[in-house]
């Protein structure tokens, strides 16, 4: 099987992500005047999806950027699960607090709140499950 991409490069950010860009700036009180003032950096560690971090200069304060994540969804992955289950579980678990906010849906992907994290691996779980395992013991 083959999952096909739908990516974008600074620059080239497709006219409908473009209008949900400036809405999601304007609920969140910036304007986007010039959208080449938008920085994208794509993100690895996503399996099914490819995710950038877009930032744009505050209004208020040019030197501070407001960071935000864009979803593109990859072709080829109804295989593994049902998209629009996926999406729906995402829009609850967001309504109710749970991860990132929901702040805009697109034809091809979404527009999620940035959360500064980082993946976890398979040193870091064990690491987690000895130490609880031994607080656990004494």
């Not at 620059?11 to 992500?17: Q, R, S």
């Amino acid at each position: 099987m083959t999952v096909i991409t739908n990516g974008f490069m600074e620059g080239c950010l497709p006219e409908e992500l473009k209008t949900v860009l400036r809405s999601v700036a304007s609920e969140l009180g910036d304007v986007i005047d010039d959208m080449d003032s938008i920085q994208v950096s794509p993100l690895k560690g996503a399996m099914t999806n490819e995710v950038y971090q877009i930032n744009w200069p505050l209004n208020d304060k040019p030197d501070l950027v407001k960071k935000i994540l864009v979803r593109i969804y990859s072709e080829g992955v109804e295989l593994f699960f049902i998209r629009d289950d996926e999406v729906q579980t995402f829009e609850c678990i967001s309504k109710h607090g749970q991860g990132p906010r929901l702040l805009g849906r697109f034809a091809e992907g979404k527009v999620e709140e940035f959360i500064h994290a980082r993946s976890t691996t398979k040193l870091l779980l064990l690491f987690e499950f000895r130490g609880r395992s031994s607080v656990s013991n004494e």
